[in-house]
């Protein structure tokens, strides 16, 4: 997918995050919304590169309904990930995509727990062609996060350091024997 220029930001996408747009737009058809019938993919980029989908599921007891993006989000911590650097938000009702479907509350306060909300990209995909980006300082201002609690934010994987691939765990270190 080549580079979109985003007419109301005068941003580009990265190819990265064309990519991600795209994984977002495939994973639509995994969605379960056998209620509201509006399904939402999201696509989230990690620090590492690797790239984790989720997808609203919902319940028909509503509260125990999850967002696509705290899909995604428990999917990227889930294999190790703890450094988001963008997402991309897709939603559709009938088969069409008629509007941008930015996060809930919730899900902003979830994301930013991961990343720096003046540097995470949150791409909203519109009807046919529209893309709109934001960061999540845009749509989350003055946020709570780990420095309000006095900790630091998730750290970004240092370069160089090997980690496990997606999917797969990481040998735990041994213990030291008792003796």
């Not at 559709?92 to 509350?105: D, L, Q």
């Amino acid at each position: 997918m080549p580079e979109k220029k985003n007419k109301k930001t005068d941003q580009k996408l990265s190819k990265e995050e064309s990519v991600l747009v795209m994984a977002a737009l495939s994973a639509l058809k995994r969605s379960y919304a056998p209620y509201s019938r509006f399904h939402v993919a999201a696509s989230l980029l990690c620090s590492s590169g690797n790239i984790y989908t989720g997808v609203n599921i919902e319940n028909a007891s509503f509260p125990a309904s999850l967002c696509a993006e705290r899909s995604a989000a428990a999917n990227a911590v889930s294999a190790g990930e703890k450094a988001f650097k963008a997402i991309a938000i897709a939603g559709e009702k009938e088969g069409e995509i008629a509007s941008f479907t930015p996060p809930c509350g919730v899900c902003r306060q979830v994301l930013c727990e991961f990343c720096d909300p003046k540097k995470m990209r949150v791409i909203l995909i519109g009807p046919p062609a529209k893309i709109r980006v934001r960061t999540l300082e845009e749509l989350l201002p003055e946020s709570f996060g780990p420095d309000h609690l006095g900790e630091k934010r998730a750290p970004a994987p240092s370069a160089g350091k090997k980690k496990a691939p997606a999917g797969k765990a990481a040998k735990a270190p041994e213990r030291a024997k008792k003796g």
